[in-house]
């Protein structure tokens, strides 16, 4: 099993903005979890960040060609207005789930808005970093019948 996940801008800054809403867990952490929940399930999960819309869509396209599986993104903000980035998602058939950290319903009004979401299998947002997981967990379940242990 080969699975992508995405981080767009500054979810590399995590431990660092914006404590209250995203956590004090830095970005290591959150590559540590996602490396231990790919040895739990026996995947290989790559994990790419970027701040730069051109070099997103780069790499999902390029997801097409190296036996992407699956795909996790958290397009931070992004998520409202990056067309380009919903077309590059739009082009991939495999599984795929936004992710958000937080609760983007009960934050400003642009925040409720996704333009990639319609494009995804799933959206899942309000949990934390274990919404990763929970995301991870989905794509396994649904669409390769690999049952995961709770917890």
């Known amino acids: 099993m080969k699975l992508l996940v995405i981080n767009g801008p500054n979810i590399n800054f995590l431990g660092i903005r914006e404590k209250s809403v995203y956590g004090t867990q830095d970005y290591d ?20 960040q970027s701040n730069h819309e051109g070099a997103i869509i780069d790499r999902i396209q390029e997801a097409y060609f190296d036996g992407t599986e699956g795909i996790v993104i958290n397009p931070g903000a992004y998520t409202h207005y990056s067309y380009a980035i919903r077309d590059a998602l739009a082009s991939i058939e495999v599984p795929k789930v936004e992710i958000h950290i937080s609760d983007i319903t009960k ?5 409720k808005v996704s333009v990639t979401a ?17 995301a991870i967990d ?3 379940e649904n669409f390769f019948m690999v049952p995961q242990e709770s917890g």
């Open 29 to 48: 952490y959150l590559l540590k979890m996602i490396e231990e929940k790919g040895k739990a399930c026996n995947a290989v999960i790559t994990v790419f």
């Open 107 to 111: 934050r400003e009004e642009f925040r």
């Open 118 to 134: 319609p494009v995804c299998d799933k959206q899942i947002y309000g949990h934390g970093l274990a919404g990763y997981l929970e």
């Open 138 to 140: 989905f794509i396994l």
